[in-house]
Nanobody, 124 residues
């Protein structure tokens, strides 16, 4: 089992920034990659970004490219999501997830472990 705990959410004005953190514990060696997803009220959970624990490959949803940056600290088993230029449409609960497969997929079904989520609210 892998346990994931997100932090860093909050209320911010449009154009502002937030940095989310996701601390992983437990059998972290079983996870190949980490992803961030978000879910707004009444909408499906959607992919935001992904990074592997090794190497440099990252993936982003088109809606966040150029504004969000995913990074990792292997020594701390922690993944970050730096969010700049936030927009009201970025408002959602943000979830951290761990994948045990190599192949990238934007589908939630491609991830095996999930955190509890952290709320991000962007006011206009």
């Amino acid at each position: 089992q892998v346990q994931l705990v997100e932090s860093g959410g909050g209320l911010v004005q449009a154009g502002g920034s937030l940095r989310l953190s996701c601390a992983a514990s437990g059998r972290t060696a079983s996870s190949i990659a980490m992803g961030w997803f978000r879910q707004a009220p009444g909408k499906e959970r959607e992919f935001v970004a992904r990074i592997r624990w090794s190497g440099v490959s990252t993936f982003y949803a088109d809606s966040v490219k150029g504004r969000f940056t995913i990074s990792r600290d292997n020594a701390k088993n922690t993944v970050y999501l730096q969010m700049n230029g936030l927009k009201p449409e970025d408002t959602a609960v943000y979830y951290c997830a761990a994948a045990t497969t190599v192949v990238h997929t934007p589908l939630p079904s491609g991830y095996d472990y999930w955190g509890q989520g952290t709320q991000v609210t962007v006011s206009s």
